[in-house]
């Protein structure tokens, strides 16, 4: 079954900097790749997904980007701000009726 | 998107005990699924609900432990059978209304 690997674990940042996470998955097969933020005692929020038939993907603050050759997407958020302090998971399916296969999470601080 | 609601949402049981999770949706949906996030975990998908056929669980997942209901096609139930400290975890619906998935809004549950 898939494989999905997220990095890093723990990522703390400067308020106003931009952050990166990355993950790899492993099978060939997937095609849809969404990036959810949970902040603690809450349920996680959809925040930005891409498909297999785009390269990249942007809104407002928050990009992501896709290499299906190498099979690994990013998460990349520019001007962090403190409330985007939170854990953020990425995720793979093969669409259509598949549920998803979750890295392990990233806790993004944001230091003031 | 899609407003989902779960019952309860947190409960504290007896090991060898069952709890029957509920999750309501606001909209007739095909796809549900079951996650279980083991505390300060990842998500791990359990099942997924299909109405009028038999849930198909993921590897690690039986359905003599999580047996699963889905009557129609705006609700679903998961139980989880003769409990452990081990099961102790939140459990989220999911559903995916479009090509998008949304979380309810879990239920932890503890089993001492």
């Known amino acids: 079954g898939e494989n999905v690997e997220q990095h890093p674990s723990t990522l703390s940042v400067q308020e106003g900097d931009s952050a990166v996470i990355k993950c790899t998955y492993s099978?060939?097969?997937?095609?849809?790749f969404p990036w959810y933020k949970q902040e603690l005692g809450k349920r996680p929020q959809l925040i930005i997904d891409?498909?297999?038939?785009?390269g990249e993907k942007k809104d407002q603050r928050i990009a992501v980007t896709l290499n299906k050759t190498a099979k690994h997407f990013s998460l990349h958020i520019t001007e962090t701000q403190p409330e985007d302090s939170a854990v953020y998971f990425c995720?793979?399916?093969?669409?259509?009726?598949?549920?998803?296969?979750f890295g392990k999470g990233t806790h993004l601080i944001i230091q003031p | 998107s899609a407003v989902i609601s779960q019952k309860p949402s947190r409960d504290i049981c007896q090991r060898g005990t069952s709890l029957t999770i509920q999750c309501q949706v606001d909209?007739?949906?095909?796809?549900m699924f079951w996650y279980r996030q083991q505390p300060g975990q990842s998500l791990t998908l359990i099942a997924t609900?299909?109405?009028?056929?038999?849930?198909?669980?993921e590897s690690g997942f039986v359905i003599d432990k999580f047996p699963i209901s889905r009557p129609n096609l705006t609700f679903s139930t998961l139980t989880v059978s003769n409990m452990s400290p081990e099961d102790s975890s939140i459990y989220l619906c999911?559903?995916?209304?479009?090509?998008?998935?949304?979380f309810g809004p879990g239920t932890r549950l503890t089993v001492l």
């Open positions: 995720a793979a399916s093969k669409g259509g009726a598949d549920g998803l296969t």
């Open positions: 909209s007739q949906v095909t796809m």
């Open positions: 099978d060939s097969a997937s095609n849809y």
């Open positions: 891409i498909r297999s038939n785009v």
């Open positions: 999911s559903v995916l209304p479009g090509l998008e998935q949304f």
């Open positions: 609900a299909n109405q009028g056929s038999e849930a198909t669980y």
